[in-house]
């Protein structure tokens, strides 16, 4: 999901007001992301006081933390980018029960839990970091392309009966040679 996507999803009004937008884009434009990301917003137990946006960049993942309202200073953020070698994220865990699932995964200490349609855009954002992290780029399926693009809501409608277009093919990363013997 974009970063504009998330305003709509805030779980408080405060949260993503255009006054904390405006203090959000400079910082991920300083490292390196484009103004309207895709990220995912980690929430937290407080969203009205602060929270935490995720976004992949080229070279690494920003992390910037948010700080809704500053008394007499307004919003505060503050971020920093982790080169991709240094990425730390766990297991990707799916559980299905009952026409329901659920999932969990972890990257940079912030456990994302979610389930049914929250959980295909974690598992989204996930497969995204695990490519960037490999050096290569994400091949999304059209089914899942239309997951993220509706905040994972899409799997929930009725598909049409047409024949679905392949995935975008992205070229293999280039084999470094052996190494040879000594």
């Known amino acids: 999901m974009r970063l504009s996507d998330w305003r709509g999803r805030s779980p408080?009004?405060?949260?993503?007001?255009?006054?904390?937008v405006a203090v959000i884009e400079p910082v991920l434009a300083a490292l390196g992301?484009?103004?309207?990301?895709?990220?995912?917003?980690?929430?937290?137990?407080?969203?009205?006081?602060?929270?935490?946006?995720?976004?992949?960049?080229?070279?690494?993942?920003?992390?910037?933390h948010v700080r809704v309202n500053v008394p007499q200073e307004g919003p505060?953020?503050?971020?920093k980018l982790v080169r991709w070698n240094r990425v730390q994220v766990g297991e990707l865990a799916i559980e299905m029960a009952s026409g329901h699932r659920l999932l969990t995964f972890q990257v940079e200490s912030q456990v994302l839990r979610g389930s049914d349609a929250d959980a295909d855009g974690i598992a989204a954002f996930?497969?995204?970091?695990?490519?960037a992290i490999d050096g290569?780029?994400?091949?999304?399926?059209?089914a899942a392309r239309k997951t993220i693009a509706a905040g994972g809501r899409a799997g929930r409608e009725k598909k049409p009966a047409t024949k679905p277009a392949m995935p975008r093919r992205v070229p293999a990363m280039p084999q470094l040679p052996a190494p040879k013997g000594r």
């Open 126 to 131: 996930a497969l995204e970091l695990f490519a």
């Open 12 to 20: 408080h009004k405060d949260a993503m007001t255009p006054k904390v």
């Open 33 to 64: 992301s484009e103004t309207d990301p895709a990220c995912w917003v980690a929430w937290g137990d407080d969203p009205a006081i602060r929270y935490m946006v995720l976004v992949p960049t080229l070279v690494g993942l920003a992390e910037v």
């Open 136 to 142: 290569r780029s994400m091949v999304i399926a059209p």
């Open 76 to 79: 505060r953020v503050s971020g």
